[in-house]
């Protein structure tokens, strides 16, 4: 490498930014006002497990808490919306309510954050992994459709980077073979599908708090849905069912060993909050991947984010697609000269989840590999690599993504984005010799 005519910061040269990208901050003076009343009224939180406990304790939990609820059932158009401690429990609680258990298959994207597909396995069911589609990520309904099985009980829906999966094909697949359908909607809030808010199409949606999401209140959790049965199973789920099913006379009590998933009154007023600055958090995010697109997409060798007909993309990750046969260097090399440029990016984000030990040494619950074995199965499960080659090979080779496309970035920022690629596709072939 002859690097006295190097140009990239790769070999040496000047890098195109050096100041450091914002953390996205979004908690602001309102959120510290509603904090600071919860923590002056001293109660941190009011649930108790209990169907008959006595005010100002309740089953349903504290004054935040269901203020909180009904915001978010308000916001979402829903009957019901039930706070909880993380999106995971909340997948968790899920999974639960719609009664899946040993001997049940529940189809799941091999793209996504972990406990989109351990939700399953901690009801000792098996999680199938379908392929995903070539320009959204997301699970594709012909892949879905070739894994259904007698025993499918579910799928787990993942808008994955915010952009809402083929929710149309999704249900009338769903419908067809009386399959239930939980809606991961932890990159999502606020992504429309057609005119409907995803969440609320499927059977029960999921929502994220965490302090990486759009909206935060640093852990926690809302599901949502329409149907009365699930809404009070999950509520049983989130705080110790096993007693209150018996006080409430409730029979159906599969899956109803309760867990404690319930949420704080002071992430409850926060995320009372942070709700009415959703709006605001993905316009954000519009505008600058909006800019990002009209920018980036002149390049020969990138693809930027698809945007189905009728969808409206939140952008939680900005997220493309590199060709080395078009640019002549590799995805991997193309990445470490932007992060050298300053522009930070990230290459594959999820290693297909059944590549993962746990799903390829089948070890889950103490040692005996259950629940892969379990009794109520005792069916092969392919978690071969090749299952899913769509999902693999970009993972592999093609997807990279980046997630500072989010207040307080500006567009000052995005234009140093735009800046790095130009830098590195002008002098590819700087790259090449690498
Ligand atoms: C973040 C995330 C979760 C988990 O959310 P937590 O609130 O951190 O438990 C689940 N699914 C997806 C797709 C996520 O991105």
Redesign the pocket.
């Known amino acids: 490498m002859n690097l006295k005519n190097a140009n990239l910061a790769i070999n040496g040269g000047k890098p195109i930014r050096k100041k450091p990208w914002p953390v996205h901050e979004t908690i602001g003076k309102e959120e510290i006002a509603a904090a600071v009343k919860v923590l002056e009224g001293g109660r941190l939180s009011l649930f108790e497990g209990n169907y008959f406990a006595e005010e100002p304790f309740s089953f349903y939990g504290g004054p935040f808490v269901q203020k909180l609820e009904k915001k978010w059932a308000q916001y979402y158009g829903v009957k019901h919306a039930i706070s909880v401690n993380?999106?995971?429990?909340a997948?968790y609680a899920a999974t639960g309510a719609l009664g899946i258990g040993p001997g049940d298959e529940v189809i799941v994207s091999p793209f996504?954050?972990s406990?989109?597909a351990i939700c399953v396995l901690i009801y000792n069911a098996i999680p199938i992994f379908a392929d995903i589609e070539e320009d959204t990520f997301n699970l594709d309904p012909k892949s879905i459709e070739k894994r259904i099985t007698e025993r499918t009980k579910a799928i787990v829906i993942?808008h994955?980077m915010g952009h809402p999966a083929d929710m149309d094909s999704i249900m009338s697949l769903a419908k067809k073979y009386n399959i239930a359908v939980i809606e991961?909607c932890?990159?999502a809030h606020g992504a429309i599908y057609k005119n409907k808010d995803v969440g609320t199409i499927g059977d029960i949606g999921?929502f994220?708090?965490?302090v990486?999401?759009t909206i935060q209140v640093g852990?926690?959790?809302v599901l949502t849905t329409n149907n009365d049965e699930l809404a009070l199973r999950l509520q049983l789920i989130r705080n110790h069912g096993e007693v209150v099913a018996d006080q409430m006379n409730y029979e159906n009590i599969n899956n109803i060993i309760g867990y404690n998933y319930r949420m704080c009154e002071v992430e409850a007023a926060m995320a009372i909050e942070q709700l009415k600055k959703l709006k605001h958090y993905n316009e954000v995010r519009v505008e600058l991947a909006g800019y990002l697109t009209e920018k980036l997409s002149q390049f020969d060798g990138i693809v930027t984010p698809f945007v189905s007909k009728g969808c409206t993309h939140v952008h939680y990750v900005y997220g493309m697609k590199f060709d080395s046969k078009k640019t002549g260097v590799s995805r991997d090399m193309f990445c470490q000269a932007l992060c050298a440029e300053g522009i930070p990016v990230f290459q594959g984000y999820s290693k297909p989840l059944y590549l993962q030990q746990l799903y390829q040494k089948r070890v889950g619950y103490g040692g005996r590999g259950c629940p892969f074995n379990c009794q109520h199965y005792k069916k092969e499960i392919s978690y071969k690599k090749g299952l899913c080659p769509t999902a693999e090979r970009i993972y592999d080779e093609e997807f990279f993504g980046f997630e500072y496309i989010k207040a307080p970035n500006t567009l000052e920022d995005m234009q140093d984005v735009a800046r790095g690629f130009n830098k590195i596709f002008s002098h590819i072939e700087e790259l090449r010799r690498l």
């Open positions: 993380s999106a995971t429990s997948l996504t954050m406990a989109s993942i994955i991961d932890a990159q999921v994220s708090l965490n990486n999401k852990e926690g959790g």
